[in-house]
């Protein structure tokens, strides 16, 4: 049997969450450069999601940008929606809407912020996965595609003292992944997971400490943080048809750690 690859007149159509900034702005202008359209989800900031689209439009794609909080299943239609009224039928997704919440001892962390987390890291991430594979899912008459889940070495690591809530909400994403790709394989979609390590991005001071990426250095092999842009080659290869054979990956990109 020959591997699946991607049909030549099938225009990618790429939904991003969390796409104005970070990994995911990064992630959008990469997939735009190998030729994608992007649906651009993000939740506060326009003027950033604009940026990002503005970028990948620079580099040849069009892109659509849909604010909406990923926890509520209507938000997740309208964006998919909006995507495919824009820009045609969606190809793929990159779930990459996440949150955090202050650092801080587990006890000190409040029930309000531990929910948050969960109702967008896991409610979220698994909402936006069920309407992607709605649209893509050869049982549902779409035409394959794939999903790469945003999850964090967090997620192996704990975080004592930083975010165990955290981590187990991409302990979630990383077993929803797995699970995922056993059901939906085998009707043309490919269900992978990258797991970031400390990357140089504006989540560190939303959480209380701007310098933690580099502090987080000392303790990685590779004794740097990353690039968001680093972390994007990973997500662009895992929807690519050279990863044609990959499915349940969970994939560390962590510098080592």
């Avoid at 690859?5 to 104005?20: E, F, H, K, N």
């Avoid at 595609?145 to 192996?156: C, D, E, M, Q, R």
């Amino acid at each position: 049997m020959a591997r699946p690859r991607t049909p030549a007149s099938l225009q990618q159509v790429t939904v991003v969450t969390g796409g104005s900034r970070g990994i995911g702005a990064a992630t959008a202008l990469r997939l735009a450069r190998d030729g994608h359209h992007l649906g651009i989800g993000y939740s506060t900031d326009e003027e950033a999601a604009e940026r990002a689209a503005a970028a990948v439009r620079s580099a040849g794609g069009e892109a659509v940008t849909v604010r909406l909080d990923t926890s509520e299943a209507a938000g997740v239609d309208r964006l998919f929606d909006t995507v495919r009224e824009a820009l045609g039928p969606v190809t793929g997704l990159v779930n990459n809407a996440g949150v955090s919440g202050p650092l801080g001892r587990f006890t000190e962390t409040s029930p309000e912020v531990m929910r948050r987390v969960v109702d967008v890291n896991v409610t979220g991430a698994l909402l936006c996965a069920r309407r992607a594979l709605r649209e893509l899912s050869t049982a549902y008459g779409g035409p394959g595609g794939a999903i790469v889940n945003v999850s964090s070495s967090a997620a192996t690591l704990g975080s004592p003292g930083e975010y165990v809530h955290y981590a187990a909400s991409k302990a979630a994403v990383d077993a929803m992944t797995v699970g995922l790709a056993k059901e939906f394989t085998g009707e043309g979609v490919r269900v992978n997971c990258v797991q970031p390590g400390s990357v140089l991005t504006g989540m560190h001071a939303k959480m209380g400490d701007p310098d933690r990426a580099w502090k987080k250095a000392g303790i990685t092999p590779a004794r740097r943080p990353g690039e968001p842009e680093e972390i994007a080659d990973a997500v662009a290869w895992l929807l690519s048809d050279e990863a044609s054979y990959v499915s349940g990956a969970v994939l560390r990109v962590a510098g080592g750690l």
